[in-house]
């Protein structure tokens, strides 16, 4: 990946999984990460999900330079997780799956997921080998316009285990939504965690079994 070094500062494609696509200014990149800016915000863009950069074609639609510096400017030898710590804290829009994006907060960011602090679904556990990417907003921008006081949350106060499937099976007989819950069948009690199968009751009392590793994010309602 070392000659996308020569796209940089220039305008360029992006395509990823799922038929997203980006197009911007190409202003770092690393070993597992580009850095894209769309002419309003910065795009951190994992490596795993990139299925094409180009030099863009669309001459029409010209973006400027950006004025204020991202968040991979002061790291060095940029890495995804380097961004995502330095991210921690700040308010942030990630995308993982289908047409939803999650609001909110990085809270921890552990061996391969990240805690997330989402207003509307409150703690959620996201899968770092499904997370798209992730887009910081301006330092002073609180989520829905909610004032400090909207958005109790202390995270040093949860106990977290180092891996997903871990944090995971640590909920076991406990109410669960995964993916967001735009999926029935994603939402339910989870009777057992093993061998890379999740045992959910959906609330019809019917039984899934759902592969852990294609499990994108899970939070409790």
């Known amino acids: 990946m070392n000659d996308v070094q020569s ?31 769309n002419g309003l915000k910065f795009y951190y863009i994992p490596w795993i999900h990139i299925h094409r950069v180009s030099l863009s074609n669309n001459f029409r639609e010209k973006i400027d330079d950006p004025i204020e510096p991202s968040i991979a400017e002061d790291i060095g030898m940029i890495s995804y997780r380097k961004i995502l710590t330095n991210a921690k804290g700040i308010f942030t829009e990630i995308y993982v799956t289908g047409n939803i ?14 805690v997330f602090y989402s207003p509307v679904f409150k703690m959620m556990y996201i899968s770092l080998s499904h ?54 069948m994603k939402i339910g009690l989870i009777k057992k965690v093993e061998n890379n199968l999740i045992e959910l009751t959906a609330a019809n009392g019917e039984i899934a079994y759902l592969r852990l590793n294609h499990i994108k994010s899970f939070h409790l309602p």
């Open 131 to 184: 997370l798209k990417w992730l887009t910081p907003y301006n330092h002073n921008a609180n989520p829905y316009t909610l004032d400090n006081e909207s958005l109790p949350f202390h995270p040093s106060n949860i106990p977290l285990l180092r891996s997903f499937d871990a944090q995971l099976k640590k909920e076991e007989g406990k109410l669960v939504v995964f993916d967001g819950g735009i999926d029935p």
């Open 101 to 114: 994006t999650f609001h909110g907060y990085i809270t921890n960011v552990l061996s391969d997921y990240i």
């Open 7 to 37: 796209l940089l500062g220039k305008q360029v494609f992006v395509q990823l999984s799922g038929d997203k696509d980006f197009e911007g200014i190409l202003t770092d990149s690393g070993k597992d990460v580009l850095v894209v800016y």
